[in-house]
């Protein structure tokens, strides 16, 4: 084990991957000799070439539908968004054509592409640089959307992403680039579609996702003074999600928050809220609670940002609330 | 020039494309298939002349309008009648492609994009990868001017002449987008004129002469596999049937059909191969009904095709 950021951790993967695999390719904005607006491909262009890792112009269209095109004819892209919030501008090449071709064409290609983009609040970024769209990919059949908090789970979901012959969006959290952690040395690979019980706890359920894991984590620690213990669960991604492990949580603690920064509306929260309603109703002592964003475009101040996304504080608040239900 | 070999094939080519389509709107006409079908009756001397350029590794991204393309790429026909049954002999095994998303990797052709304009950036992407995989492989991708409007041209065309890819964009200029005229949508006279602001060489040929149309992307694959970029070439030619099947035509006039009828390429293409000598009535004659069999046979193999159990709609979303 050695210790390394988040941000390293993804630097990493995709070099162990241009390293093993000749087909894999990174390109986006500014990711060659730059090294990415947030320097997440530094140094890549230096040691695979301009051939491997290169700059394309401002054309998010051709980034991700480019991608596709590159997908079908045996290579396996690394496509880069620089913010997660130009899915928006790609959305017909994400939605239509990567999540699609496969099926609609019969089954007759595969399309093992990539395409990460950092997302959420990270310091007053604006509206338009901000978001965490899992949300908007929940409905794209076809697609995987995968969401790591920790280096470890970036390192091994990214390697797995590449190696994976369906499309991937690889949300990665901008306010987690500098987060430290425990990275396994050699060959690390974390499976698609599993979720991670973070914290082991018997009175509440928390699912959670990126950020919003690590608010979980530290809520859990408030109440474990209290002698409540949390369950912290991250999906790890919202496509396809892992509803057996949250189901066998909420069976056992009964309670369930689920939280992440977006807002409640056409999120994932909802989602697992619903399911746990279909499945597991006769198990819950209390209603399920979801702790989201604000419904509300984000703040460009970085001060009114902070209002707009979950506490800790809120955490504790929701889960001792279902204890006292 | 195109040699008298090639213009036997184009005029046979064009011939399965249109025989193809008449069986396909009896098929249509019995209820057999939806009427979901934007025929190509018209527009054979583009599709063919074009495709017909093109090796069989070369990669086509056809556009809605009929199936010429695809079928002188090499697609089975009696695998896309099977499509439009709805059998498991279709290309997407029962999936029902209509139109739009038939495939068949073996000899190149990847597909359509059901949004017009989709097959740019994505035509783009398979023209890099021929450049990095070092294969001299090109790309060809239909459209219409209507779907030349599209920022997805702009994004793509940019790219591809920026890096040099081994891509064709083919624009078949029929005149109308459904149906708004070419004149109330596009900045400039031709789509063509557009090439010059990518740097890339833009001509406009004639799309009822496959001659012209052949010789056209002949010219535009060699420089391709030569390295030197991408090429836009604009074939001006005609819708005869509407839109859609059902289409009551409002936007043109009887004498404007009358006109392009006139340069039908299955009536033209013929007569001048006669008077240049390149083939006898008789061969016209014979290749017309061996044609006509081939396609009928391939009817026949379609219809006792069986349409898919119920699970099928849940294979392929995942590899």
């Known amino acids: 084990m050695s210790e390394m950021s988040y941000a390293r951790a993804i630097n990493r993967a995709m070099a162990e991957e241009l390293e093993r695999d000749p087909t894999v390719f990174v390109m986006g904005q500014d990711v060659g000799a730059f090294g990415g607006a947030f320097g997440i491909t530094r140094g890549l262009q230096e040691r695979f070439g301009s051939k491997r890792v290169f700059d394309t112009p401002i054309s998010e269209n051709f980034l991700a539908g480019g991608g596709v095109g590159a997908a079908l ?8 968004l620089q913010y997660a919030d130009f899915i928006a501008i790609a959305m017909d090449e994400i939605y239509n054509k990567a999540a699609k071709w496969r099926y609609m064409h019969g089954g007759l290609f595969t399309v093992p592409l990539v395409i990460r983009a950092p997302e959420g609040a990270a310091n007053g970024a604006g509206p338009e640089h901000s978001q965490c769209p899992e949300g908007l990919l929940l409905s794209a059949a076809g697609l995987h959307v995968v969401t790591p908090s920790t280096p470890a789970d970036a390192l091994g979901l990214l390697k797995s992403a590449v190696r994976s012959d369906n499309p991937v969006v690889f949300l990665e959290h901008k306010g987690l680039y500098s987060l430290k952690g425990e990275v396994p040395d050699g060959e690390h690979l974390v499976p698609i579609g ?18 919003m894991v690590h608010q979980a984590l530290a809520a859990a620690e408030i109440l474990a003074a209290e002698g409540i213990e949390v369950e912290v669960i991250d999906p790890r991604g919202v ?41 597991a109703t006769e198990y819950l002592a209390a209603p399920v609670m979801r702790v989201c964003g604000a419904d509300i475009p984000l703040p460009q101040s970085a001060e009114l940002e902070k209002f707009a996304i979950p506490s800790v504080d809120e955490l504790v608040k929701a889960c001792r609330s279902l204890l006292d239900y | 020039m195109t040699s ?18 008449q069986r396909l709107l009896r098929f249509i006409e019995e209820g057999r298939t939806s009427g979901f079908y934007h025929a190509g009756r018209g527009q054979e001397a583009t599709a063919v002349g074009a495709t017909k350029a093109l090796r069989t590794d070369d990669y086509l991204l056809y556009d809605h309008r009929g199936l010429g393309h695809a079928i002188a790429k090499g697609v089975p026909i009696d695998r896309l009648f099977g499509d439009f049954l709805g059998t498991s002999e279709g290309t997407t095994g029962g999936l029902g ?25 994505i035509a783009a992407g398979a023209g890099l990868s021929a450049r990095y995989r070092e294969t001299d492989q090109v790309v060809l991708c239909f459209f219409g001017e209507g779907a030349s409007n599209r920022g997805t041209f702009h994004e793509a065309a940019n790219v591809a002449a920026l890096w040099k890819l081994p891509v064709i964009w083919l624009c078949a200029n029929n005149g109308y987008s459904v149906s708004v005229p070419v004149a109330k949508s596009l900045s400039v ?7 010059s602001a990518y740097g890339m060489p833009g001509t406009v040929v004639d799309g009822m002469d496959p001659d012209a149309v052949y010789e056209a992307v002949t010219v535009a694959v060699q420089r391709a596999r030569a390295g030197e970029g991408p090429s836009l070439i604009e074939a001006m030619t005609y819708r005869f049937r509407g839109h ?3 289409d009551p035509q409002t936007y043109r006039t009887k004498e404007e059909l009358a006109f392009w009828e006139g340069k039908d390429p299955l009536i033209s293409y013929p007569r001048r191969l006669i ?30 095709g069986v349409k898919p159990d119920p699970s099928r709609i849940f294979q392929h979303v995942y590899a």
């Open chain 1, 73 to 80: 004819t045996g290579l396996r892209p690394i496509v880069e």
């Open chain 1, 194 to 211: 599993v979720a991670d019980i973070k914290r082991a706890g018997r009175d509440v359920t928390i699912v959670a996702w990126t950020t």
């Open chain 1, 239 to 279: 496509r396809p999600l892992d509803k057996d492990t949250i189901l066998e949580s909420v069976r056992r603690t009964g309670r369930l928050v689920v939280t992440h920064e977006a807002p409640k509306p056409g999120g994932a929260a909802s989602e697992v809220a619903a399911i746990v309603a279909e499945e």
């Open chain 2, 4 to 21: 008298p070999e090639k213009q036997q094939e184009l005029y046979r080519e064009m011939l399965r494309v249109a025989y193809w389509e």
């Open chain 2, 97 to 121: 492609a209509g139109l739009v998303h038939i495939a068949w990797p073996e000899v190149g052709v990847l597909g359509q994009s059901g949004t017009l304009g989709g097959a740019f950036p």
């Open chain 2, 189 to 195: 006279p031709q789509v063509a004129d557009r090439a």
């Open chain 2, 244 to 246: 859609y099947e059902g």
């Open chain 2, 275 to 304: 008077e240049e000598g390149v083939a006898s009535l008789e061969w016209v004659e014979a290749m017309q009904a061996e044609v006509l069999d081939e396609v009928e046979q391939a009817a026949q193999r379609a219809l006792k």
